[in-house]
């Protein structure tokens, strides 16, 4: 089984709005991941967690926060966002941050910002 | 800089036929390879990796990829295209020399498959 769920599959929200983007996994992964894709571009990275801390923060805006509470869950929580922050967004995982491990990913969130 | 090259933005075959969607890169170290596909309104797939051993390796859905070390390729091939294969098809090299290498996403290719 290599499933990812993310939760909720679309979301709309204003600019004034505080939401949050929820995943999970429970295949033991150590690593997990969100990313940011616009349509018919390729994913970018957000940031990593590895065991449960962050790794990876590429240089993402304050007005996202993530947070993974345990080591199945990561939360990606939102305030103040743009209409330029509307997009998919993909969780993702892996045994751990390894090059050579797979990173598995969820079906995505479609967020759009009003 | 480290960067991939998917050269052709859509590759059009007829079902039945055989496909290639080409990928050659520039990494540092020995990268490991992977290759994603993206159905219309869905996440990302994983299809097949290379990472050592055999130069062909299989995948998903009776797709398979041929890693050419000296023209530094990694092109994904189908003997025979179905239509359900159309979607979005991401090469994605990943170092190997670092052990946190990040993913390195190609610009994605669409594969559309005609009856």
């Known amino acids: 089984d290599t499933e990812v769920t993310q939760t909720p599959k679309h979301l709309v929200m204003g600019m004034t709005n505080k939401k949050s983007l929820k995943c999970e996994q429970h295949?033991?992964?150590?690593?997990m991941y969100w990313y940011k894709q616009k349509a018919k571009k390729p994913p970018e990275l957000m940031f990593v967690y590895s065991y449960e801390k962050l790794s990876i923060n590429e240089s993402v805006p304050s007005r996202f926060s993530p947070e993974c509470p345990n080591s199945s869950l990561l939360n990606l929580h939102l305030h103040a966002l743009q209409p330029e922050d509307s997009a998919l967004y993909l969780c993702?995982?892996?045994?751990?941050?390894?090059?050579?491990?797979?990173?598995?990913f969820g079906e995505g969130s479609w967020l759009t910002v009003v | 800089a480290q960067s991939v090259a998917q050269p052709e933005d859509q590759v059009n075959v007829a079902e039945g036929n055989p496909l290639t969607v080409k990928c050659t890169y520039s990494v540092s170290g020995n990268p490991y390879l992977f290759w994603y596909v993206q159905y219309p309104n869905r996440g990302l797939q994983f299809l097949l990796k290379?990472?050592?051993?055999?130069?062909l390796v299989k995948g998903s859905y009776g797709f398979e990829a041929e890693f050419n070390k000296s023209q530094t390729s990694f092109h994904l091939k189908k003997p025979s295209a179905l239509v359900s294969d159309s979607a979005l098809y991401f090469c994605a090299p990943r170092e190997g020399s670092s052990n946190t290498g990040k993913l390195i996403f190609g610009q994605g290719t669409t594969l559309q498959v005609k009856p």
């Open positions: 993702a995982s892996s045994r751990s941050e390894a090059s050579g491990n797979t990173i598995y």
């Open positions: 295949m033991g992964h150590r690593a």
């Open positions: 290379y990472i050592t051993g055999d130069n």
